[in-house]
C-alpha cells in the first residue's frame, strides 16, 4: 500500500472511532481488570470455564456486512451526510487488501489486512455486532455467565445444569468456526494469567500463568551491561504482579 493511501487510512480510523459509539461490553481491557472481574464472580460447584481463540479473524471479515453494520451503527449517532462519506471513504480503503506471492498480486474476496490501521476497528465492529446478536440471548438466559474476550480471545464460564460444553460448541461453530480449550483439574489459562475454579469457597482465583518453555532468566548481573538493563526484568515481574489478587504464597512463586 503506497504511503498516501496508509495515511488516509489512519485518518479514517481515527474519525471512525470518533464517531462510532461502540459499547465494548464484553471487551477487558487487560488482566488486570479481568482478574478483578473473576474474583468478583460468585460461582457454584456446577459452573465451568471454557475459552476459544477465534480462528484467522481478519481474513475471514465479511466486508460487505460489516459496512452495512457500521452504516446502522453511524446513522444512530450522525447525520445522513457523515456517514455517507465516511462510508464512501471506506468502501474505497477496504478494497486495497492486496497481497503478492511469488510476484503475483491477489485481491481476496473477504477479508482485511493485517496491520492496516483500520483492520481492528472494522474487525472489532464486526464481533460486537455478532456478540449482541447470537450471545447476548445464551447470556440473558443465564446459560452462560461470563462472557468476555481479548481481541479474538474469548473466555466463558457456563452452567453446565442449563448447558454443556458441546452445545456452546456447536451454537459458536455456525456463527465462526473457533477451536476450544476446557479447564483441565478445575484450571484454564486466558491472556497471562490462570484461572482456578476453587469448588470448596466457590470461587475463581487468580494465579500467574508460565509457559512450559519459560525459564526466567534474567541478564547476569555481573555482564558487560547497564544496570538499567538488568533490573528491567525484576521490575517488570514486580509491577506485574502487585495489581492482581494474590495470595502471598502465589506472589513468591
Known amino acids: 500500500m503506497s504511503a498516501p493511501s496508509y495515511k488516509i487510512a489512519k485518518h479514517i480510523n481515527k474519525k471512525l472511532n470518533a464517531y462510532l459509539c461502540l459499547d465494548n461490553y464484553y471487551n477487558v481491557k487487560n488482566s488486570i481488570s479481568l482478574a478483578e472481574d473473576l474474583t468478583k464472580l460468585k460461582i457454584n460447584e456446577n459452573y465451568k470455564m471454557m475459552t476459544y481463540d477465534t480462528k484467522d479473524l481478519y481474513v475471514n471479515t465479511p466486508i460487505e456486512e460489516t459496512l452495512m453494520i457500521t452504516k446502522s451503527l453511524l446513522l444512530k449517532h450522525n447525520d445522513a451526510q457523515v456517514t455517507k462519506q465516511i462510508i464512501n471513504l471506506l468502501e474505497v480503503i477496504l478494497q486495497q487488501n492486496y497481497c503478492s506471492y511469488e510476484n503475483i498480486l491477489y485481491q481476496p474476496e473477504k477479508g482485511v489486512s493485517m496491520g492496516f490501521p483500520v483492520s481492528n476497528t472494522i474487525a472489532k465492529i464486526f464481533l460486537q455486532y455478532t456478540e449482541d446478536t447470537y450471545l447476548k440471548q445464551l447470556l440473558d438466559a443465564k446459560n452462560i455467565i461470563l462472557f468476555t474476550r481479548y481481541v479474538d480471545d474469548i473466555l466463558l464460564t457456563y452452567d453446565t445444569k442449563c448447558i454443556n460444553s458441546h452445545t456452546i460448541h456447536e451454537y459458536i461453530n455456525q456463527i465462526h468456526p473457533n477451536k476450544p480449550t476446557h479447564e483441565n483439574n478445575t484450571c484454564i489459562h486466558f491472556l497471562d494469567l490462570l484461572r482456578i475454579r476453587n469448588p470448596t469457597n466457590l470461587e475463581i482465583n487468580i ?16 555482564s558487560n551491561h547497564p544496570t538499567e538493563h538488568k533490573i528491567t526484568g525484576y521490575r517488570y515481574h514486580i509491577s506485574r504482579i502487585q495489581p492482581l489478587p494474590l495470595t502471598t504464597e502465589r506472589q513468591q512463586y
Open 207 to 222: 494465579h500467574v500463568y508460565r509457559k512450559t518453555a519459560t525459564t526466567d532468566t534474567t541478564i547476569n548481573f555481573l
